[in-house]
Every structure is written in structure tokens, then in C-alpha cells.
């Protein structure tokens, strides 16, 4: 099986990344609970690749960057002759942010910061390590996909995976 689908006598990898966490609402406050992070790399329409991770007390926010920061280790790492990498997403927060001219690119030039009130921004670290890969590669498209559309698509797979790394399942 190739690493790689060819279109366009372009050598394109394909990456669908998903993130799910849980909170609970105790005494009128908001508790973070478990998370999961997970991504899978997509070959003439087949699964090669996949990988998933399982966080405590954390976001969905920080788990949907941190399948698509395992993604691009694992393209990194393994891929580099690849010329164009797609990631598929359904969070609208990281495709903006890192998609070319999102708001990642601003917080670089504010020196990690947001606004003219230069305010912090949150999952910061793990937003610095993904903006590593995407300055070692410039040809990374960001696609926003509908997510939970109930329709069998790869979207709806790495969403099972990521829910799975949240309970903990091996």
C-alpha cells in the first residue's frame, strides 16, 4: 500500500484529526473531566495509519489541537516526501487559527498574544509546537468538515476513535 495518494502528479497526504472531552456541571460549576485526541491517515480511501491519545481533566479545544499536533509529528516524521498535506477537520476554532493567514500567524507577530490589548491565549503551548510544523512545511491545507453529520464518513470514524481515547479504551 503507498503512503500516498496521487493526484494531479501531486503526491498528497490525507489526514482527518478529531478531539472529544468531557465536563460535568457540579454546584453550578464546570469541571473538566477526560479527553481524547485522534487522527487518521487515509490512503485510496482506506485507513494506513491511526492513532489516538487519552487526556485527564482537560478541553475539547485542547484536544482537537492535539490530534492535529500528532498529525503533523507523525507526517513529519514519516511523509516529508509528500507535497502537500490536507487535514480534515470539524473544529471551525483550529481551522481558522491555523489554516494560511489565521489568527495564528497574527499572535506570532504580536508575540503570542491576542489583540491590541495583547491578551494571553489559551492552549498556547501545544498551539507554538503545531505552528513549529506548519513553518517546516508551507504546503498544509486546513479543511473545515461538518461534524456528527451521522453520514459514514471518515469524519465520523476518527469522532468514534477520539470518543474511545476519552473513555480510555485501548
Not at 469541571?31 to 495509519?49: K, M, P, V, W
Not at 495564528?104 to 490589548?117: A, H, I, L, P
Not at 498544509?140 to 474511545?164: C, R, T
Request: aromatic share 12%.
Amino acid at each position: 500500500m503507498n503512503d500516498f495518494t496521487i493526484i494531479e502528479n501531486k503526491k498528497k497526504t490525507i489526514i482527518y484529526c478529531d478531539g472529544a472531552a468531557s465536563m460535568k456541571c457540579v454546584n453550578g460549576e464546570y469541571i473538566r473531566e477526560s479527553g481524547g485526541a485522534a487522527f487518521i491517515l487515509i490512503d485510496n480511501n482506506e485507513i494506513i495509519y491511526e492513532e489516538k491519545k487519552h487526556f485527564n481533566q482537560t478541553t475539547n479545544n485542547f484536544c482537537e489541537l492535539y490530534a492535529i499536533y500528532m498529525a503533523l509529528k507523525h507526517f513529519h516524521n514519516n511523509f516529508l516526501n509528500s507535497d502537500c498535506l490536507k487535514i480534515y477537520c470539524d473544529s471551525a476554532y483550529c481551522v481558522n487559527m491555523l489554516k494560511p493567514g489565521g489568527w495564528v500567524y497574527g499572535w506570532v507577530k504580536n508575540d503570542w498574544t491576542r489583540g491590541k490589548k495583547h491578551e494571553p491565549i489559551e492552549n498556547i503551548e501545544i498551539i507554538k509546537e503545531i505552528y513549529n510544523y506548519l513553518e517546516k512545511n508551507k504546503n498544509i491545507e486546513f479543511i473545515k468538515v461538518k461534524g456528527h453529520s451521522g453520514e459514514k464518513d471518515w469524519n465520523d470514524y476518527v469522532d468514534k476513535l477520539a470518543v474511545k481515547a476519552k473513555m480510555g479504551v485501548k
